[in-house]
């Protein structure tokens, strides 16, 4: 019933990215996707949770055409991800993954201004965001543009990989494990920042893990994925209370760790 939260049915949330019944298989391998349906909202940080083959950072490069389904559809904006130019398309979604993925032989300045260098900004519209975007990730500029990759922490680079994926201000925002690689006080400071951040920007987030307190902590919903199928989507507070087996098995892992283990 849409009246219940005092919102009617004509301002159902939007939906940005939707999988019409998806499956994806490799080259004469099995299936890594199966027959997924599942829409994105406008705004939303969806986490797809998951162990290792669960098809969630599969499911991530069907969106930005990285991967192109062998079934049904994906639809982006109402277009299907087929109809848009690859490139325009990847223009439009940051990209984020472990480890930043950050160009070695470029500053920090030119790693950050990459989208709106090959979008022919003027070299001092490039400048002046790039500034911004690291004063929004907590880098101050003054410090950081000059640096190389290999002179930052695994937490600034991270953060700089965070601020490349913005400084286009694409609508989406694709996230593969960002913080995977940090160690945990450093990846609870950057889970914290980065949900502030997504307040202010509300953008629409697809996030992977298979760590079921960032899940639990980060996602508006949680999408649970186990060997290539939808398990189901649940706010953080309905995946608590889950009846499924397949989350009771997850949240009986979780409490068994204490809460401290990955899954």
Not at 148 to 175: E, N, T
Request: glycine share 8%; proline share 6%.
């Amino acid at each position: 019933d849409g009246h219940a939260n005092g919102t009617s049915m004509s301002e159902a949330p939007e939906t940005v990215i939707e999988f019409r019944r998806v499956s994806f298989r490799a080259t004469n391998t099995h299936l890594l996707l199966s027959d997924l349906s599942l829409s994105v909202r406008r705004g939303e940080t969806l986490v797809l949770l998951g162990r290792s083959g669960s098809g969630k950072t599969t499911t991530l490069k069907l969106i930005n055409r990285l991967l192109e389904p062998s079934e049904g559809e994906i639809q982006v904006e109402g277009k299907s991800t087929l109809e848009w130019d690859a490139i325009r398309l990847r223009r439009s979604i940051g990209y984020v993954i472990q480890d930043a993925g950050l160009f070695p032989h470029f500053t920090v300045e030119r790693n950050v201004g990459l989208v709106p260098q090959l979008e022919r900004w003027p070299p001092e519209k490039i400048h002046a965001r790039v500034c911004e975007m690291l004063e929004l990730v907590g880098l101050p500029p003054g410090q950081f543009l000059l640096r190389y990759p290999r002179q930052l922490s695994g937490g600034q680079r991270q953060r700089v990989g965070v601020a490349r994926a913005l400084a286009g201000d694409p609508p989406i925002l694709l996230m593969d494990e960002p913080f995977g690689a940090l160690d945990p006080l450093t990846r609870a400071e950057i889970q914290r920042e980065f949900q502030s951040l997504q307040k202010r920007l509300k953008k629409t987030i697809i996030f992977v893990t298979h760590d079921m307190r960032e899940a639990l902590l980060l996602g508006s919903r949680i999408a649970l994925m186990e060997a290539g199928k939808l398990v189901g989507v649940f706010t953080p507070d309905e995946f608590m209370h889950a009846s499924d087996p397949m989350v009771a098995a997850y949240l009986a892992a979780f409490r068994a760790g204490d809460g401290k283990s990955n899954l």
